[in-house]
């Protein structure tokens, strides 16, 4: 059974950090892209980054570039989120998810984790 558990959301002030984990569990996710992704309230989810599990090739969306870092440990089979200079607009429920694909869409992604909370206080 295929499972992804966040950890690590929390509540922040404008400007500081946080780093969210991925633990991913239940098959090899060799030639998988994990992706992080958002949902903020009455929003629709959003992409945030992607990385491979095989080259470690990261992408993210415009918002977050130069803020956020993506990465992962494949012999702990974890991904991270490492948010830096956190605004008040990153305040969202994030989410983990795996596709076979090199792709940004949610509805290429097979497994999802239930999510963690990240509020940004002004």
């Known amino acids: 059974q295929v499972q992804l558990v966040e950890s690590g959301g929390g509540v922040v002030q404008a400007g500081g950090s946080l780093r969210l984990s991925c633990e991913a569990s239940?098959?090899?996710?060799?030639?998988?892209?994990m992706g992080w992704f958002r949902q903020a309230p009455g929003k629709e989810r959003e992409f945030v980054a992607r990385?491979?599990?095989?080259?470690?090739?990261?992408y993210y969306t415009d918002s977050v570039k130069g803020r956020f870092i993506i990465s992962r440990v494949n012999a702990k089979n974890t991904v991270y989120l490492q948010m830096n200079n956190l605004k008040p607009e990153d305040t969202a429920i994030y989410y983990c998810?795996?596709?076979?694909?090199?792709?940004?869409?949610?509805?290429?992604?097979?497994?999802w984790g239930q999510g963690t909370q990240v509020t940004v206080s002004s």
């Open positions: 998810a795996a596709s076979q694909s090199l792709t940004s869409r949610l509805s290429n992604y097979d497994y």
């Open positions: 990385i491979s599990w095989t080259t470690g090739i990261t």
């Open positions: 239940g098959r090899t996710f060799s030639g998988y892209y």
